[in-house]
């Protein structure tokens, strides 16, 4: 079985369609959802509309919450919380009413294999940043192998229990399509960020993903090219922020 991982896509539909297309010419047959479906980006409804029919698999983000009304804005900055409140204006009552009923991570596809969660298996609104924030989420997630989302860094942490470590993704270019691949060692714990399909913030703009491979026990994890122009172009449009289009140039 092969799966897409997918997560802070934030209503960046040309984002998520250059990740569709370049996931298709790799194949897979799931699609799991990190969560941050929304907020920020000026496409929310259009990319719920893409991405429902792709899967069931789906872990709620923080954003998800505020732009459905679960939780309040006060916890956002001002430009988190003006885009969600012109998100939560827009979205259809149908996809609120999605939104509202997504789960809250850990979520397990592949039975006692793999757990997907927005923040971390210990909380979903929880940070994991660097390898202290990690140690205690590889050792305490139900399952040795965690995808997660939240931080919009993509890249991994591992451990044994004894070793704690950060395998470095080797990516050269910045304007062209790019993988890496993670080889799953037996009797190590992984947490996996597959990065964000449509607000990166390592600095690369390239619209990130991962593709989990449970027979190859392989993760590569891409990175994809797409119209930023008329990405940014549509924020502005809408009337969002101008920081949430200048910031996806520079990729953080
Ligand atoms: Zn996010």
Redesign the pocket.
């Known amino acids: 079985m092969r799966a897409l991982v997918l997560s ?1 896509i ?1 209503a960046n539909l040309e984002g998520f369609e250059a990740v569709l297309a370049a996931a298709a010419e790799q194949g897979y047959e799931e699609v799991w959802n990190l969560g ?1 479906v929304v ?1 920020y980006g000026a496409s929310p409804n259009e990319v719920i509309d893409r991405l429902r029919p792709l899967g069931q698999t789906h872990v709620r ?1 923080n ?1 998800d919450r505020v732009c459905c009304g679960l939780s309040s804005v006060a916890t956002f900055n001002p430009i988190a919380s003006r885009a969600a409140l012109w998100t939560q204006a827009r979205l259809t009552e149908e996809h609120l009413a999605w939104l509202r009923a997504l789960a809250q991570g850990p979520v397990m596809p592949d039975g006692p294999m793999v757990s997907c969660v927005h923040g971390s298996p210990l909380h979903e609104d929880e940070y994991v940043v660097g390898l202290r924030e990690a140690r205690e989420p590889l050792l305490q997630s139900p399952t040795c192998l965690t995808f997660f ?2 931080t ?1 860094v993509q890249g991994c942490f591992a451990g044994d229990g004894k070793k704690w470590f950060e395998p470095k993704l080797k990516f050269r270019g910045k304007d062209k399509a790019e993988a890496a691949e993670l080889k799953i060692e037996a009797g190590t714990r992984y947490l996996i960020n597959p990065g ?1 399909v449509g ?1 990166p913030r390592d600095h690369d703009w390239r619209a990130a993903f991962a593709i989990y491979d449970d027979a190859a026990r392989t993760v590569v994890f891409h990175r994809v090219p797409y119209d930023l122009r008329t990405c940014q172009q549509r924020i502005l449009e809408a009337g969002l922020p101008e920081r949430l289009a200048s910031r996806l140039k520079e990729g953080r």
Do not use: Y
Request: zero cysteines; a negative charge.
């Open positions: 802070d934030h941050d907020g983000g954003h989302g939240h919009h964000s607000q």
